[in-house]
């Protein structure tokens, strides 16, 4: 209750704030919908982005933390959608490309259509880990265990992120290398407990406890 009376607390102290221009009130809406996802209240800050693109519905940045958020409820069809509109206002911004590439190969689905997004994602933004990630994602969906750890390995090797090494150590272990995909999630378990992504390999895999 008390966690629950400070985010309220917050969340009107983020609304009182003056705006003496558009992107203020933006931004205080990405304020509003970060302060609720770290307090894992999703569907609040789902609906906050909502007032958001509605309020400014050709702003692709919102419509990008709109579509993550659609994306981590799982309503992949809203996600989709406003991922397209976000890369049709922001053509030469690679993360929406990224991020609904990455979502069709982690799904398994629409894998030729998923490295095409990915493809374009590294043209805009060549070598970045997280789309590397992607890639190397992609191709552990589709069967290229070797293609895959080269991949990520490179990206974790650039960026130790928990999210890449959780991806890295899944291939590991598919490759029957179990000792070094354990070592991997331990190393980043260590410096990130609280990723998501991490935590629910490690219990998926029941190999270390977080």
Do not use: C
């Not at 994306?71 to 509109?85: D, S």
């Not at 069709?104 to 590294?122: M, S, T």
């Not at 552990?140 to 750890?149: I, K, Y």
């Amino acid at each position: 209750m008390a966690r629950q009376n400070k985010v309220a607390e917050a969340r009107k102290l983020i609304r009182e704030l003056p705006e003496a221009e558009p992107r203020d009130a933006a931004m205080k809406y990405q304020a509003e919908a970060q302060l609720l996802r770290d307090a894992h209240q999703t569907e609040e800050a789902y609906k906050v982005m909502q007032e958001a693109t509605k309020r400014f519905p050709e702003d692709s940045d919102l419509l990008y933390d709109q579509a993550m958020l659609a994306e981590k409820l799982q309503r992949f069809v809203e996600a989709e959608t406003q991922l397209r509109k976000t890369m049709e206002l922001a053509q030469d911004n690679p993360n929406a490309f990224n991020a609904l590439g990455y979502s069709l190969a982690d799904r398994g689905v629409r894998l030729d259509e998923a490295r095409q997004l990915i493809k374009k994602a590294l043209e805009l933004r060549p070598a970045d880990p997280f789309i590397v990630d992607s890639m190397g994602w992609l191709e552990f969906r589709s069967g290229n265990l070797t293609e895959a750890a080269r991949l990520l390995s490179s990206a974790y090797q650039t960026r130790p992120d928990a999210e890449i090494a959780a991806h890295l150590g899944e291939v590991l272990w598919a490759q029957g290398k179990k000792d070094d995909a354990l070592r991997t999630w331990q190393e980043a378990s260590k410096r990130d407990p609280d990723n998501e992504t991490l935590k629910e390999t490690l219990k998926r895999f029941q190999a270390i406890k977080p």
